[in-house]
C-alpha cells in the first residue's frame, strides 16, 4: 500500500511502497502541503473531505475533464477515503479498476455540458472528438480520451496494412494484367502470398493471404470496412490491442478454413477486418444508451449491408464453377472465423478502454480458448490431412 506521499512540481513524483518514483503530472502542485496534512496515519488514503478541499483549491491548475473525474472519484467512495495509489494512477493515465468502479459507483454527475457542446476546437480537436463518441459509451471515457490524445504515435498499423494490400494488389493487377477476378487468372495461386492447402507447410501463408485479393471488388469493400472501423479504433485502444484483435481474426479465418473446408485457398483481409468491425458492433450494441454516435442505427444497417454484400460475394465465387478445375475458388469461412474472434476477444478488448488487459479474466478465457483452437489447429495441419486421406488439388 502506498503511503501519504507528496505530489512535488516538475516534474511532479509520487513514491509507492517498494519506494520507487512515479512521475505523475509536471508543473502541477496538487498536493502541496505535508504528507500527514491528508494521511496523518501513513495509511496510504486520503480523507474525501481534504480531497475536495485540495480540488477545491488547485482545480484551476488541472485539465477540466480530469477535475470532473476526480471530483467523481470523490464522490464514489461510500467509506470516506480514497487510495492515494488511484489518485497517483489519475495523474499518470493509468486507471485502475478500482477507480474506474468508484467513478461508475459515484452518486455525483458530471457537468451538464457534455464533450459535443465545447466551442472554439481546431480541426484536430473536433476529429478526436469525432472519434470518441464514435467508439465510446461513457462521457467520462470521452472526456478523458479527448484530454490525453496527442496523435502520437498516429494510427499507423491500419494505414500500413491498407497501403501494402493496395501495393501488392496493383503488382499482381500489372502482372497478371487482370483487375476484376484475378483469382481466375491461372497465375494468381502461383504467389508465395495466398493460403493453399497443397502449401500449408509454409507457415507464413496462413497470414501473409491478407495481402492477396480476389479482385478489385473484393479489395474495395475490405478496405472501406478497413479503414472506416479501424483507424479510429486504432486512434482510441491503440496498436497493439487493434493488431491483437486483427492478427487473431486472420490467423483464426485461415485455419478455420484447413478444418472445415479443407481443399480450398485462401485469399483476403476479411478474417482480419470481421474481427475488427464484428467487435465494434457489438460494443455498439452492448453499451446502445451510451453510444452517441450520429445515425448511429443507420450506420449500423449499413455496416451489416456492407458484411453480407463480401460475405455473399465469397460464398458465390467458393460454389461458381472455377476457372481451373479441380483446384476450388477460395472459401469464405475465413470471414466466419473473423466474426468469432471478434465477438468473443474483441469484445473484451474494446470494452476496457485505459484498462490492464491482463488483469481481466474475461480476456484470459478467451485468449485461453484461443489458444486451444490455434493448438487444435496446428495439429489437425500436421496428421488430419493424411489420416483423412483427403484429395487435396494438384499444387499451383
Known amino acids: 500500500m502506498p503511503t501519504g506521499a507528496n505530489v512535488h512540481s516538475s516534474p ?41 478541499d485540495l480540488l477545491e483549491a488547485h482545480g484551476s491548475e488541472l485539465d477540466p475533464h480530469k477535475l470532473e473525474v476526480l471530483l467523481a472519484l470523490a464522490d464514489g467512495n461510500a467509506d470516506g477515503k480514497i487510495c492515494y495509489q488511484d489518485f497517483v494512477n489519475l495523474m499518470s493515465n493509468k486507471r485502475s479498476n478500482s477507480f474506474r468502479r468508484a467513478i461508475l459507483q459515484g452518486s455525483r454527475q458530471l457537468k451538464n455540458s457534455s464533450l459535443r457542446e465545447e466551442v472554439g476546437l481546431g480541426l484536430s480537436q473536433r476529429l478526436v472528438r469525432h472519434v470518441a463518441y464514435e467508439t465510446l459509451p461513457r462521457e467520462v471515457d470521452r472526456k478523458w480520451y479527448f484530454d490525453s490524445y496527442t496523435y502520437c504515435p498516429p494510427p499507423w498499423l491500419i494505414l500500413a496494412i491498407t497501403i501494402a494490400e493496395m501495393v501488392v494488389f496493383v503488382y499482381y493487377g500489372l502482372q497478371l494484367d487482370r483487375w476484376v477476378l484475378q483469382v481466375s487468372s491461372p497465375s494468381f495461386l502461383k504467389s508465395p502470398l495466398p493460403y493453399h492447402p497443397q502449401r500449408r507447410a509454409q507457415a507464413w501463408r496462413y497470414l501473409s493471404y491478407i495481402f492477396m485479393h480476389a479482385g478489385i471488388e ?8 478497413q479503414l ?20 487473431c ?14 481443399t480450398a485457398p485462401v485469399v483476403g483481409s476479411s478474417g482480419g477486418v470481421y474481427a475488427l ?8 450494441v452492448m453499451n446502445w444508451s451510451g453510444m452517441k454516435c450520429q445515425f448511429k442505427l443507420f450506420r449500423m444497417a449499413m455496416a451489416l449491408v456492407c458484411m453480407s454484400v463480401e460475405f455473399g460475394r465469397a460464398v458465390w465465387l467458393r460454389f461458381y464453377p472455377p476457372a481451373f478445375p479441380p483446384c476450388p475458388n477460395p472459401s469464405f469461412v475465413a470471414h466466419l472465423g473473423g466474426v468469432v474472434v471478434g465477438l468473443t476477444l474483441g469484445v473484451v478488448v474494446l470494452q476496457n478502454f485505459e484498462q490492464r488487459l491482463q488483469e481481466q479474466s474475461l480476456f484470459w478465457i478467451f485468449f485461453s480458448v484461443y489458444a486451444l483452437f490455434v493448438f487444435c489447429g496446428i495439429f489437425w495441419n500436421i496428421f488430419a490431412y493424411s489420416l483423412l486421406d483427403v484429395k487435396l488439388p494438384p499444387a499451383p
Open 249 to 262: 481474426g486472420v490467423l483464426a479465418g485461415s485455419l478455420a478454413v484447413s478444418v472445415t473446408d479443407m
Open 277 to 284: 468491425v464484428s467487435a465494434h458492433l457489438a460494443n455498439v
Open 12 to 52: 511532479a513524483v509520487a513514491a509507492n511502497a517498494e519506494g520507487e518514483e512515479i512521475e505523475v503530472l509536471e508543473s502541477t502542485d496538487v498536493l502541496p502541503e505535508a504528507p500527514e496534512d491528508y494521511d496523518p496515519e501513513s495509511s496510504g488514503f486520503i480523507s474525501t473531505e481534504r480531497f475536495r
Open 228 to 247: 472506416l472501423v479501424g483507424v479510429p479504433l486504432e486512434m482510441v485502444h491503440g496498436a497493439a490491442r487493434i493488431g491483437l484483435i486483427y492478427l
Open 218 to 225: 473484393h479489395l474495395g469493400l475490405n478496405m472501406a470496412m
